[in-house]
């Protein structure tokens, strides 16, 4: 079983900057996709940016130049770095770890260990 928690989430600005960290157990991390995803009120999680085992990087059109996704294999995590953050971006963001070599963001339901989700907040 993979644990998987997220912390970094809060109260922030429109056009202020977040760094949101995931951190996933076991000795396979660097095999493993990982994703961030948000769930805005009423709405679908969607995925917003994904990093395969290869580094190579996937991101939602509604983020790209503003977010960005990395990995520390030798820590077990991954970040998220958020800037010019939107109004609309304001949501429950969740990490999730895919442990199949796969590529691109990928569907809610290609992840196998998600964590509890992290609230980020963005006020005007």
């Known amino acids: 079983q993979v644990q998987v928690v997220e912390s970094g989430g809060g109260l922030v600005q429109a056009g202020d900057s977040l760094r949101l960290s995931c951190s996933a157990s076991?000795?396979?991390?660097?095999?493993?996709?990982m994703g961030w995803f948000r769930q805005a009120p009423g709405k679908d999680r969607a995925a917003v940016a994904a990093?395969?085992?290869?580094?190579?990087?996937d991101y939602a059109d509604s983020v790209k130049g503003r977010f960005t996704i990395s990995r520390d294999n030798a820590k077990n995590t991954v970040y998220l770095q958020m800037s010019s953050l939107k109004l609309e971006d304001t949501a429950v963001y969740y990490c999730?770890?895919?442990?199949?070599?796969?590529?691109?963001?990928?569907?809610?339901?290609?992840?196998?260990?998600w964590g509890q989700g992290t609230q980020v907040t963005v006020s005007s």
């Open positions: 076991g000795r396979s991390f660097s095999s493993y996709r």
């Open positions: 999730a770890a895919d442990p199949r070599r796969k590529y691109g963001l990928g569907s809610r339901y290609e992840y196998d260990y």
């Open positions: 990093i395969s085992w290869s580094y190579a990087t």
